[in-house]
Structure formats: C-alpha cells, structure tokens
Nanobody, 123 residues
Framework: QVQLVESGGGLVQAGGSLRLSCAAS????????MGWFRQAPGKERAFLAA????????YYTDSVKGRFTISRDNAKNTVYLQMNSLKPEDTAVYYC????????????????WGQGTQVTVSS
C-alpha cells in the first residue's frame, strides 16, 4: 500500500504561484503513475495532471496546460505541482493520487489518495 500526504496549499492572490508537494510512503513509489486532481465546492473531482513512473512523460488537462507543471523526485518519494498564474477559479482542494498505469484521468481509476490540501486564490 501507498500513503500520500499533500502539502503546500494556502492563500495566494490572483496571478501568484504555489508549489504543492505530495510525499509518498513505501519503497515502490517509482512503480506508480502519479496524478493531481482538484475538487471545488459543488463540483466533481477533476483531473489536472499526471506523470509517468520515471517522470519522462506528463499529461495535462487543457485548463491548466501552460500554467501548471507536474514533476517528481523518486529519490525523495515526492511528486510536485508547480502552479503559476493562478486564477480565482483554481480555488479548490487539491489531491494527489497513485495508479499502476499511465495516463489515467478518471478519479475512480486511481488506487491511492492523499487527504488533500486547500488552495484559495483571491481576486
């Protein structure tokens, strides 16, 4: 099993930046594709980005492409989401998740989830 813990959320002004981190337990972190999702009040949990096991491939939803960057450091068992040019509509709880496949974008396809970290973007 994998345990995931997100951190780095907070309050930022529109146009600002945040970097989220997701720390994973265990010794098989590099066996998993890692994804980031977010859920705003009253909305479905939405896919943001995924990164392959070795970090060579990334995949983004159109709404964050060019603004957000996913990366990973397998030596540290950590995946990151760098968020730039933040907008008020980015306000949500952000979750990281793990799956033993590549390029999954549906929440139900992911096997392990962190507890989430709140990101609030003020106008």
């Amino acid at each position: 099993q994998v345990q995931l813990v997100e951190s780095g959320g907070g309050l930022v002004q529109a146009g600002g930046s945040l970097r989220l981190s997701c720390a994973a337990s265990g010794r098989t972190f590099s066996s998993y594709t890692m994804g980031w999702f977010r859920q705003a009040p009253g909305k479905e949990r939405a896919f943001l980005a995924a990164i392959s096991r070795g970090g060579a491939s990334t995949y983004y939803t159109d709404s964050v492409k060019g603004r957000f960057t996913i990366s990973r450091d397998n030596a540290k068992n950590t995946v990151y989401l760098q968020m730039n040019s933040l907008k008020p509509e980015d306000t949500a709880v952000y979750y990281c998740a793990a799956v033993s496949r590549w390029r999954e974008s549906r929440p139900d396809q992911y096997e392990y989830w962190g507890q989430g970290t709140q990101v609030t973007v003020s106008s």
